[in-house]
C-alpha cells in the first residue's frame, strides 16, 4: 500500500522558516522523483520543487528559488522542504508526490500523492 505522509506544516510569521517532511512507503523509493506540490482553494495545485531519484537534479518554481530546498534520504525514504525567508503568498496546502518518469511540473503526471499539510504565514 503506497503512503505519503506530509508532516512539518503550521503557522509562521513572514520571514519565518518551516521544514515540510514526506514519509514514503509502499513503492520502490529510491527509483521514483519527489516533489512538492501546494495549492490555495480555487486554484490548480501548482509544482514548488522537486528531486531526482538519486538527489543529482532539483528543479524549483522562480517564487521559491533562493528561498526553499527540497532534499531527499533514500535510507530513510523521506524528502524534505527546507522553507526560509517565507511569504504570505506561500499560504498554501502543501502536497507531496512521487513520480517514477523524473522530475515533471505537471501535476497530471505524478504517480503517488500524499493528503497534504496547511502553511500559513502571517503578514
Known amino acids: 500500500q503506497v503512503q505519503l505522509v506530509e508532516s512539518g506544516g503550521g503557522l509562521v510569521q513572514t520571514g519565518g522558516s518551516l521544514r515540510l517532511s514526506c514519509a514514503a512507503s509502499?513503492?520502490?523509493?529510491?527509483?521514483?522523483?519527489m516533489g512538492w506540490f501546494r495549492q490555495i482553494p480555487g486554484k490548480d495545485r501548482e509544482f514548488v520543487a522537486g528531486?531526482?531519484?538519486?538527489?543529482?537534479?532539483?528543479d524549483y518554481v522562480d517564487a521559491v528559488k533562493g528561498r526553499f530546498t527540497i532534499s531527499r534520504d533514500n535510507i530513510q525514504n523521506t524528502v524534505y522542504l527546507q522553507m526560509n525567508k517565507l511569504k504570505p503568498e506561500d499560504t498554501a496546502v502543501y502536497f507531496c508526490?512521487?513520480?517514477?518518469?523524473?522530475?515533471?511540473?505537471?501535476?497530471?503526471?505524478?504517480?503517488?500523492w500524499g493528503l497534504g499539510t496547511q502553511v500559513t504565514v502571517s503578514s
Open positions: 528531486v531526482s531519484w538519486n538527489g543529482g537534479n532539483t
Open positions: 509502499g513503492f520502490g523509493f529510491n527509483n521514483y522523483a
Open positions: 508526490a512521487a513520480n517514477f518518469g523524473g522530475l515533471r511540473r505537471s501535476a497530471k503526471l505524478w504517480d503517488y
